[in-house]
């Protein structure tokens, strides 16, 4: 068999399942043939009540009557020394179904067809693979231009954002020190407030006490002139008619001097004055 180019190689020695070349290939009833590890692990996907179906045809086939495929393995070993396969490759434009290339591209169903598989899509919007893939190059560039300028846009408000926190940062510290610088001129005048109004009330205490020694001492004196009035009068009344009559007539003398108690003059109740000067400032 001539292996002098990639393209002499046959799709039957690729595994439908991996895309690979094939290893250890086992064959089914109904031809195709899969890599082992490959078909292993296809049955226990779809096996169902005893069967298994091919991953190509949907024939149903028996996991244990399995065979190994000598006569490919040989081949696709020598395919291997011939160094006409990167095991790396990957041939994902071949048809599930119908093992074809998939030029093809079914709108509807959304999936790579080849074009024997044409007769199950008809009515459906059928194009080229490089025609979509044109398209769907187009709507990703529009889609990246407009999430360009979204991001754009995110930056900018970004930086707006950004220079609005600033802004206010700078105004509450402004604000800030306004406040305290308020509040301590405030306390300065409530200070010196305080100061003179404590003044004036130590002033007006010393006048006030003053004024009532000076009213207490008077009382003590009328209140001693009296006493002895008294005592007098008590002293006379058990006098002779006419030793009384001197007596209530020096005793009018007296009284007379005397003019009766002398009316004493309190000072006036403190004003809220210093709690109306606080309130001021409320």
Known sequence: MDFSSQGSINEEFICRICLQLLTEPLSLNCGHNFCQVCITANESESFFGGQCRCPVCQSTYNPWNLL???????????????????????????????????????????????????????????????????ECQEKFQVAVDRLMQEQQEAERLEAVINEERDTWKNRMLTERERILNGFEEMRGILDREEKRELQKLDDNEVHVMDNLAVAKDQVIQQKQYMRELISDLQHHMCESSIDKLQVGLRMEILYM??????????????????????????
Do not use: Y
């Open 68 to 134: 190994p495929n000598q006569h490919l393995g040989n081949i696709v070993k020598q395919i291997r020394e011939a160094n006409m396969w990167q095991p790396q490759q990957q041939r994902r434009d071949l048809c599930d179904h119908q093992g074809g290339n998939c030029h093809l591209f079914c709108k509807e169903d959304g999936k790579a067809i080849c074009s024997l598989c044409v007769q199950e899509h008809q009515g459906h919007q059928i194009s080229h693979v490089e025609e979509v893939v044109k």
């Open 257 to 282: 001097r005397f003019g009766g108690i002398t009316e004493i003059t309190l000072p006036s109740p403190l004003g809220p004055c210093t709690f109306f000067l606080i309130e001021k400032f409320l």
